[in-house]
Each structure stands twice: as C-alpha cells, then as structure tokens.
C-alpha cells in the first residue's frame, strides 16, 4: 500500500514538474527580447548617425596603404625592406612584376570597399528620421564615399557600383563592371552635393570642410583632363583665404617632431 502511494505521488510530482517546465520554456521561447539591434533597425535616433559616421571616417586609416604603394609604383620611392621577401607585394609592385594576384593590391580594393559599403549603409537609410544637422552629415558621407570611390578608379578604373544601397551576397557575380566615366560622374555628383552643405570650418577636427570637397573635385577633374573645370574649382580654394602654404618647407617636418616630443 505504501509502495503504491509512493508511486502514486512519485507520478503526480514528475507530471506537475512537467507542466511547470513546459509552461516557463512557453514563456521564455514566447516572450520578445527586451533589447535587440542589427543593421536593419538601428538608424532611430541621432547619436546613431554619428556613429555611422564615424564608421565611415574610420576606414581612412587603412589609406597608408594607398598612399606606400602609390609611391612605391612611382619613381620616387624604393620599397626596400630588410630583404627581397620582406613585404612581397610590395616588392613586386616596386620592380613592376606584379600581377592580379597581389594581397596589398588586394587590401587597396577591399578597404576601399568598405568605405563605399560603410556610406552607402548611411545613405540607405538617411530618410529614416529628421534631426538637426542631418544634412551636413550627408554632406559628409558623400564626401567619403567620392573619396573612396576616387581611390578605387584611380587604381582599377571602373568599378562595380551601386548608389544608396549596399552590396549583398552575390551582387559580386551579378553586378558588371561600370566605365570609368560613369564613376567619375557619381564622384562629381558627390562632390557638388557635399560642397553646397559643408562648413567651411569644421565642427570638430579632422571631418570634411567644403574646401576638402572643393580640393577634391579638382583633383578628379585633373585626372579626367578637365583642366577648364578644375582650374575653377581649385581658385575657388585658393581664393577663399582658408588655407595657406607655409613660408618654410623643413617647418612641416619640424612641427611633427616637436609634436612626437611632446608626447613623451
């Protein structure tokens, strides 16, 4: 009799526990997460711009690749190195046997990329919501985008491209090539965007100004022969009394060293 009781109950304690378990899992499979971003809800607020922003800025630190390998490819600079190996793609490129298959050739595609990526993700989204200041932040991401696409023609000529959206999956075995020309016209298109919006001083250190703009829409009307067009875009620059070139040339790298000194 004991024995059956035990059971009894041993049975009613295991069904209880597991109702008990299913009814929380319910809950807990049911119940939404209290806090949850990815990149299709997150432009809901200000702050989340900027940040965009600054992700878009941050990709201009890789761009000391471009500026080594574009020197090294000149006549102004020997890679050198501690030995023939010592950077191999750099070496290659230095005595001009590279070829497609070359990895810091590759880093210049791929960062430069991401920066397109990074302002396309922002002007995807631009419309989203209304704030202050908005505009110049745009102003500012299709300056970077010019840049970066700049980067990419100057050393591939045309490009994949794609305006206001980002690359997905598969677009790299779907999307051609556009011309040369045609990149250059979306650079440009950036460019008198972002110069109508721009600041001529810059809110806080280092963020595009309209004379950064200007500067490079001059440069890339040089490297399409538009001399006519850049010839008035870059007095624009020089007319605007904003910039200045220096009385001493050794005085640029004299600052830089007090400014390392400074540092320790």
Same mark, same amino acid.
């Given at each position: ?24 899992? *319910?809950?807990?499979?049911?119940? =939404? ?8 809800? !997150? !432009? ?18 890789? #761009? ?12 102004? #600079? ?7 190996? *010592? @950077? ?5 490129? *230095? ?12 880093? @210049? ?8 990526? &990074? ?11 209304? +704030? ?27 490009? =994949? ?5 980002? +690359? ?8 051609? &090539? ?23 001083? =810059? ?5 595009? #100004? ?16 538009? !001399? ?18 220096? *009385? ?6 004299? &600052? ?9």
């Amino acid at each position: 009799m004991k024995k059956l009781k035990y059971k009894i109950g041993f049975i009613l304690g295991m069904t209880a526990a597991f109702f008990i378990i299913s009814s929380c899992s *319910d809950n807990y499979v049911d119940s =939404p997460p209290q806090y949850s971003i990815d990149s299709e809800n !997150f !432009f809901n607020s200000e702050d989340d711009y900027y940040k965009a922003l600054i992700g878009s800025y941050d990709i201009l630190q890789s #761009t000391y690749v471009n500026v080594i390998v574009g020197e090294i490819a000149s006549d102004n #600079t020997l890679c050198g190195g501690e030995s023939p190996t *010592d @950077v191999i793609g750099w070496q290659q490129i *230095d005595d001009m046997i590279h070829t497609p298959v070359n990895s810091n050739l590759h880093d @210049v595609w791929s960062w430069m990329f991401a920066g397109v990526q &990074r302002c396309n993700y922002f002007m995807e989204y631009k419309d989203k919501i209304s +704030f202050e200041g908005k505009d110049q932040m745009i102003g500012e991401i299709r300056f970077l985008r010019a840049y970066y696409q700049f980067e990419l023609v100057k050393w591939f000529g045309g490009i =994949p491209m794609k305006v206001d959206e980002r +690359f997905k999956l598969g677009d790299e075995t779907t999307i051609p &090539r556009s011309s040369a020309e045609a990149v250059y016209a979306q650079i440009e298109a950036d460019l008198l965007a972002a110069i109508e919006v721009l600041p001529e001083i =810059p809110q806080q250190q280092m963020r595009a #100004t309209k004379g950064a703009a200007q500067s490079l829409l001059g440069k890339a009307y040089l490297y399409q022969e538009k !001399f006519a067009e850049a010839a008035t875009v870059l007095e624009e620059v020089i007319n605007s009394g904003s910039y200045s070139l220096v *009385d001493d040339y050794n005085s640029i790298f004299e &600052r830089e060293v007090k400014m390392v000194m400074n540092l320790y």
